[in-house]
């Protein structure tokens, strides 16, 4: 009977009944209301921990726990869901993230009933983006994650609040058309209409076709996924966003590209993926270096941990164009350690706010001795997030440089310039990231003059009475408003770092629960790549130039999967 109960369904509306509870919640002060909201997001991860510990089986490639319901007949949609190894480390990051943002809201006191609602009903949308097995209800989880977005950046955010939100919806829900096009054309094609995922891999379509919608879906899925040129709403967004959105925003929704990358263009559309995927590659080190560079421009910390993350998110897509199980599987590694560190950083950077009213890094400094505990979180996410061996992030960009090492597809030419560029993006890492904390933790070398005290006199602080200068708000020590990061701060950053370094340790402890899908799906696109070089020796061009720049066909033997 346990194993017949709809646990993804449960999984999926708890939040979204818990959030039509919030408006008539009694409540006064705003505690009930956080108390409640990080109660359900707790108890719905570790629902979710136990089913897949229970019912989920990682030896299988396949789709598990499938729950199919006809919702609307006539139009074909139906209730489907599911998880297999894409999908299932994926809703236990986003149920992860977002409890561990809520319970990092705990200073919100502006509007607590709707903060709360939308949080959860954002809890909700992204469990469902991952779960869904119906190609429209996809789109429709899809969509449904943008409002609650819009909103938080919108009324919670900085000063361009409304500017960057507005950025985010035109971008996103844009690129959203190419998401219901793409399930329309691939639902309607051939004698039998259906939008499940499955069935949709079982279609043949024609060559043009694919690549039609596989264009379309990589605009889509690389505006989620911030792929150049396509990010500009994302460094917008962070630098607006308060902490907890920040957290959601890094943690899970840009992975939503990356899964939309693997479970469409790679899992359905493998023919078109041979002829994209030095495009991906392309785009990944444009992504690496880019972001990297932009990244060491930024004066703002939320800004420069934005730009960090696009530069990050560019080792997914090489991992994705690399036809290795490595690669992919490293590419996979990528999403779930970025989503951890990238979540931790902007956690810490809130807290750092909180006490420095500022995200300006001239604006700082100094601070190392006055928030240890502060400093010391702050540094393991930072070398976590420049890939310190015995970090997750390490043995993730190892494996996307190995399994792109390990192709024999390409070329030697692409592979060598290709890696000696991405190689480039593991100097630039720690140049701005080492940089960002110099500036946050140590001494500026100039003595500070400040206006201290309540009656407005200029006096010089010196070393016996040195000045707290955060931003334009300097007191004597004695008078400083601000403290080191509580136990509740601690505590969270804590929960993130932990799977961090456990994952750096033993990264079987993770890729043991996708490995077994993502060798299927890798093992379909060689199949089609093997197929495709059969019957079309020259699909990269014969030129010595191209040669240079593309996957080349040589005499090797192709594993074809029957």
């Known amino acids: 009977m346990a194993a017949q109960f ?4 449960a999984i999926l509306v708890i939040p979204l009944i818990a959030a039509l509870a919030v408006p008539i919640l009694p409540d006064k002060d705003g505690k009930t209301l956080r108390w409640y909201a990080f109660g359900v997001g707790l108890f719905d991860l570790l629902l979710m921990a136990v089913v897949f510990w229970q019912h989920y089986d990682p030896s299988q490639s396949g789709f598990q726990m499938v729950e199919k319901y006809d919702w609307i007949p006539s139009l074909g949609l139906s209730w489907a869901l599911s998880v297999d190894g894409v999908s299932m480390p994926l809703v236990l990051l986003a149920g992860a993230v977002t409890t561990l943002s809520l319970l990092a809201a705990w200073p919100v006191d502006r509007k607590p009933r709707l903060f709360y609602f939308l949080m959860l009903v954002l809890y909700a949308a992204q469990i469902g983006v991952f779960v869904a097995q119906d190609f429209l209800l996809f789109f429709i989880m899809w969509e449904l994650e943008l409002v609650p977005v819009y909103l938080l950046v919108c009324i919670w955010g ?5 500017y960057a939100a507005t950025k985010f919806l035109l971008y996103t829900a844009a690129a959203s058309i ?9 639902a309607l094609h051939g004698p039998i209409t259906t939008f499940d995922i499955a069935e949709l891999g079982l279609k043949n379509y024609p060559l043009g076709m694919e690549l039609l919608l596989y264009a379309g879906l990589l605009i889509a899925f690389g505006v989620k996924l911030a792929v150049f040129p396509l990010h500009t709403w994302l460094p917008d967004a962070h630098g607006e966003a308060s902490s907890p959105v920040s957290m959601i925003l890094a943690g899970v929704l840009l992975k939503m590209g990356g899964y939309g990358l693997i479970r469409f263009n790679l899992g359905l559309l493998s023919d078109a993926h041979i002829y994209f995927a030095p495009v991906l590659a392309i785009l990944g080190v444009v992504n690496i270096i880019y972001g990297g560079l932009n990244s060491f421009a930024q004066t703002n910390m939320k800004r420069r941990l934005a730009y960090s993350s ?3 998110m560019g080792f997914v897509l090489l991992g994705l164009a690399s036809f290795t199980d490595l690669g992919v599987s490293g590419a996979m590694l990528q999403m779930i350690s970025h989503g951890l560190i990238a979540a931790v950083l902007f956690f810490l950077a809130g807290v750092t706010y909180d006490r420095t ?16 505990k502060t400093f010391a979180l702050f540094t393991a996410g930072s070398m976590a997030s420049l890939a310190l061996p015995g970090m997750s992030g390490f043995a993730s960009e190892l494996a996307v440089f190995v399994g792109l090492t390990q192709s024999t597809i390409y070329s030697m030419p692409f592979r060598a310039v290709t890696i000696f560029l991405a190689a480039v993006g593991l100097i630039l890492t720690p140049i701005y990231l080492l940089s960002m904390l110099r500036q946050l933790f140590y001494g500026t070398g100039q003595a500070p003059t400040c206006e201290l005290g309540g009656g407005g006199a200029n006096r010089l ?7 707290v200068c955060f931003g334009n708000d300097c007191v004597l020590p004695g008078e400083a408003v601000f403290r080191d990061a509580s136990a509740r701060e601690v505590a969270i950053a804590f929960c993130f ?6 994952i750096g340790l033993y990264p079987k402890l993770m890729t043991q629960t996708y490995d077994s899908t993502l060798v299927a799906v890798n093992a379909q696109v060689n199949q089609s790549y093997g197929q495709l070089a059969q019957r079309n020796p020259g699909i990269y061009g014969s030129s010595a130039s191209a040669a240079a720049t593309a996957p080349t066909v040589g005499d090797r033997e192709v594993a074809v999967v029957p």
Do not use: C, Q, Y
């Open 461 to 467: 602080a010196d070393d016996s009475n040195p000045a």
């Open 178 to 186: 190419f998401i219901l096009v793409a399930a329309l054309a691939m």
């Open 6 to 9: 709809p646990w993804l369904t």
């Open 497 to 502: 770092l932990l799977p961090i370094l456990g």
């Open 310 to 312: 696009v530069s990050h």
């Open 357 to 372: 009213k500022t995200m300006v890094l001239s604006e700082m400094g100094d601070m190392g001795k006055l928030m240890p």
């Open 158 to 162: 900085g000063k361009k609040r409304r």
